[in-house]
């Protein structure tokens, strides 16, 4: 009885260490923790799009062109479906916004790759002024 006291006293430390990162997360406004989307699109320009609850991130082959698959992306939109959404105001390019795209660009990358796509390297979006 014991062994299963002390079991429940570890499962509930653990639950509470979850717990506590994902308020964490939350109040960073990332959301990291969470299911995240992400659909590319090959009728016209390769893109890929990842979607949080709050951001709606999507790069772009600079090319413009379709194909298969690209050595390098760009950032290309950024919308905060908290306060626009809508999706009318491109938050891409926004020195304010620069540590979030440096976030969504590495899950991007990493669910790319999850995904079995080429390794690709995403460039930030000119800034904007």
Known sequence: MQGD??????DLQSMRNDFNAKI????????????VNFAFNDA???DFQLR???????????SGTSHQ????YVEYQ?????????????????????EICAHLRD??????K??????AEIAPAPLYP
């Open 78 to 98: 950024l919308y905060d479906l908290f306060a626009d959404p809508h999706q009318l105001v491109n938050l891409a390019g926004r020195r304010e916004t620069r």
């Open 107 to 112: 899950r991007l990358i990493s669910r790319l």
């Open 24 to 35: 964490t997360a939350m109040q960073d406004g990332l959301h990291f923790d969470m299911p």
């Open 114 to 119: 999850e995904a079995g796509e080429e390794q």
């Open 5 to 10: 006291v002390q079991q429940l006293k570890t």
């Open 69 to 72: 698959s690209a050595s390098a």
């Open 52 to 62: 949080t609850p709050q951001w709606t991130y999507v790069v772009v082959a600079p």
């Open 44 to 46: 016209t320009v390769r």
